[in-house]
């Protein structure tokens, strides 16, 4: 999954930016226990960046529902 950028995200709307969190929440979730199961993470970085894009898009969600 490619790290969403800021501008990608306001151009999507509110459906497909749902969608997107739920998609980013799976793979967050699926890279911590698969880290946590084998004790050895292969990509550190990536659970950091999947944690920001979460919160960025979150961030940018609540926006845009305070736009409506």
């Given at each position: 999954m490619a790290i969403l950028r800021s501008k990608d995200i306001w151009?999507?709307?509110v459906d497909d930016i749902q969608d997107k969190l739920n998609e980013l929440k799976k793979e967050l979730s699926k890279n911590i226990s698969?880290?946590?199961?084998?004790?050895?993470n292969d990509n550190p970085g990536?659970?950091?960046?999947?944690?920001?894009?979460?919160?960025?898009?979150?961030?940018?969600?609540?926006?845009?529902?305070?736009?409506?």
């Open positions: 151009e999507m709307d698969k880290s946590s199961a084998s004790g050895v990536k659970i950091r960046e999947l944690k920001r894009t979460i919160a960025r898009v979150i961030t940018i969600l609540s926006q845009k529902q305070k736009e409506r």
